[in-house]
Antibody
Framework: QITLKESGPTLVKPTQTLTLTCTFS??????????VAWIRQPPGKALEWLAV???????LYTPSLKSRLTITKDTSKNQVVLTMTDMDPVDTATYYCARRRYDSGSYFFDYWGQGTLVTVSS | SSELTQGPAVSVALGQTVRITCQGDSLRAYYASWYRQKPGQAPILVIYGRNNRPSGIPDRFSGSSSGDTASLTITGAQAEDEADYYC??????????FGNGTKVTVL
C-alpha cells in the first residue's frame, strides 16, 4: 500500500525557514516518470502547487515562490524535503506531499499524504 | 491567481447529474486531472487523462474536454459526492496549476 507522510514543525516564526519532510513507502524514484510534489492549502482556500521533483532530478517550482523554495530528494531514504525561506503569516496552510505520475497523456497526483498544518506566528 | 477557472459552487439533487467545468487556454493542449476533497481530508484523484478513473472510483464519475474547457460529470450524484472539486493541469507557459475549486452541494 502506497503511503506518504509529511513531517515538520507545526509552528514557525515570521522570517524563519520552514523545512518539511515527506517520507513515502511502496514506491521509489527508480520508477520512470515518478515524482513527488508539495502542495499547500491555506485555511478555507484553494490548493496551490509549490514544487515537484522527478525521478531524474528534474525540478519545477511555482513561479511566484521560486526564490523561496528548494526541493530535494534522498532516494536511499525514500524522502523528499521542501524548504521555504522567509516565512510569513500568509504562508499559514496545510502542506501536502503527493506522488506525481504520468499515464494516458496526463500528469496527476494519485496518492496524497494526510497533510500537516503549519502556522506562522510570532 | 489561477490560470484555470472553475465556477465557485453548484448544487445537484440526489441522484441527478451535475457537470463541473474548468476553463483555460492551456486545456487546448493539456488534459486536466480532477480531485475530490471533503472537509478536513486530503484530496483524492477521481479522473485523469482523457477519461480515466483510478481503481475504486465509481463509474458515475466521468471526464471530457472540448476546446479550452475540461469537464467532470457526476451522473447520479450521491450524498458522499458533496465536496470541493479541483482541476489540475498546466498554464499557458507550462507551469503546473490548480483551478480555484468548485463546491458541490447534494440536495
Amino acid at each position: 500500500q502506497i503511503t506518504l507522510k509529511e513531517s515538520g514543525p507545526t509552528l514557525v516564526k515570521p522570517t524563519q525557514t520552514l523545512t518539511l519532510t515527506c517520507t513515502f513507502s511502496e514506491f521509489s524514484f527508480s520508477m520512470s516518470g515518478v515524482g513527488v510534489a508539495w502542495i499547500r492549502q491555506p485555511p478555507g482556500k484553494a490548493l496551490e502547487w509549490l514544487a515537484v521533483i522527478y525521478w531524474d532530478y528534474d525540478k519545477l517550482y511555482t513561479p511566484s515562490l521560486k526564490s523561496r523554495l528548494t526541493i530535494t530528494k534522498d532516494t536511499s531514504k525514500n524522502q523528499v524535503v521542501l524548504t521555504m525561506t522567509d516565512m510569513d503569516p500568509v504562508d499559514t496552510a496545510t502542506y501536502y506531499c503527493a506522488r506525481r505520475r504520468y499515464d494516458s497523456g496526463s500528469y496527476f497526483f494519485d496518492y496524497w499524504g494526510q497533510g500537516t498544518l503549519v502556522t506562522v506566528s510570532s | 491567481s489561477s490560470e484555470l477557472t472553475q465556477g465557485p459552487a453548484v448544487s445537484v439533487a440526489l441522484g441527478q447529474t451535475v457537470r463541473i467545468t474548468c476553463q483555460g487556454d492551456s486545456l487546448r493542449a493539456y488534459y486536466a486531472s480532477w480531485y475530490r476533497q471533503k472537509p478536513g481530508q486530503a484530496p483524492i484523484l477521481v479522473i485523469y487523462g482523457r477519461n480515466n478513473r483510478p481503481s475504486g472510483i465509481p463509474d458515475r464519475f466521468s471526464g471530457s474536454s472540448s476546446g479550452d474547457t475540461a469537464s467532470l460529470t457526476i451522473t447520479g450524484a450521491q450524498a458522499e459526492d458533496e465536496a470541493d472539486y479541483y482541476c489540475d493541469s498546466r498554464d499557458n507557459i507550462g507551469n503546473y496549476v490548480f483551478g480555484n475549486g468548485t463546491k458541490v452541494t447534494v440536495l
